[in-house]
């Protein structure tokens, strides 16, 4: 029992970086309705943004991680006016924008290795040690050992969860979002931007993604230019688990899948991680194709 209640915290916190990963894919299939493969470089650029802030410019935690983000979601935007929108007015099938996303993906990284070497001599580097802070928060009656840095995560996860779904549901821009979602030219002729919503969408996923880089650098702690790697899959099964193009499935699907990690690795070991994983995501599209909370094109907004 004690042990069980050790890898739900475990499961929690890295389900909270695995559901703003996965957040950050919905919301670009939601709205525009292709995959956006390059999200995972997207997502080390936030962890590689936020070292270079705290180790070579000297910059306090509570500033670099929000400009991490930030650029993360800049570098989003850009993956938006050089993948996307020129093949979207040349009216390109979305497997060209798939592949176009992959291709960005592949410089992206190679930028992140040419950077590397003359930053930190090589293609790995580490945040400071005692950055955050490392003593772990021991609750003896329930035999819990809980790092401080996962229940940050936690609490940085669920505001930037609440925050998009305020923004998406209360607002008028989330409106537009939802519009654009629903349909592109009839969100044109009421006067929507549909151009400026794509920008945002890009920009929101960039800032999610960035937020679950920074978040996954410290934890682990080592950064490289291929950390994206690491969540890629995982970022796809959650939101295919949760349902394509819904947030609230991505959020839901990034926590299934990091419990359903945690505890293969509990019971197994982590060389079946993956396999389990797979497995019942195989066995649940069988029975539910669309995935937990998918949605037909036509609710989709």
Aim: avoid cysteine; glycine fraction near 10%; hydrophobic fraction near 60%.
């Amino acid at each position: 029992m004690d042990s069980f209640l050790q890898q739900v915290v475990n499961a929690v916190s890295l389900g909270a970086i695995y559901s703003l990963f996965a957040l950050g894919y919905a919301l670009v299939f939601s709205i525009l309705g292709v995959l956006n493969l390059a999200h995972s470089a997207v997502f080390m650029t936030g962890a590689f943004f936020g070292l270079l802030l705290v180790d070579k410019l000297d910059q306090p935690l509570w500033i670099a991680a929000p400009l991490a983000m930030i650029a993360a979601g800049a570098v989003s935007v850009l993956l938006e006016f050089v993948a996307f929108r020129p093949l979207r007015r040349r009216g390109a099938a979305r497997m060209s924008q798939l592949i176009s996303s992959i291709g960005a993906a592949l410089l992206i990284v190679n930028l992140a290795q040419l950077a590397f070497k003359p930053l930190w001599g090589g293609t790995e580097a580490y945040f400071p040690q005692g950055l955050v802070p490392d003593q772990p928060i021991v609750i003896e009656a329930l035999s819990l050992r809980i790092v401080p840095i996962r229940m940050i995560i936690l609490v940085i996860a669920l505001a930037l969860v609440v925050a998009l779904q305020y923004l998406v549901m209360r607002t008028r821009i989330g409106q537009q979002m939802r519009a654009v979602a629903f349909n592109q030219r009839t969100a044109a002729l009421l006067g929507v931007n549909v151009g400026r919503v794509y920008v945002l969408t890009f920009f929101l996923a960039g800032l999610l993604g960035g937020a679950a880089g920074m978040l996954y650098g410290l934890v682990f702690l080592n950064v490289t230019p291929f950390i994206g790697d690491d969540v890629a899959l995982v970022g796809l099964t959650a939101i295919v688990l949760g349902g394509l193009g819904s947030i609230n499935g991505a959020l839901v699907g990034g926590f299934l899948v990091a419990a359903i990690q945690t505890f293969s690795i509990a019971i197994g070991g982590s060389s079946y991680k993956n396999a389990v994983v797979f497995g019942l995501l195989f066995v649940l599209l069988l029975a539910r194709p669309q995935g937990l909370f998918g949605q037909s094109e036509s609710t989709r907004a």
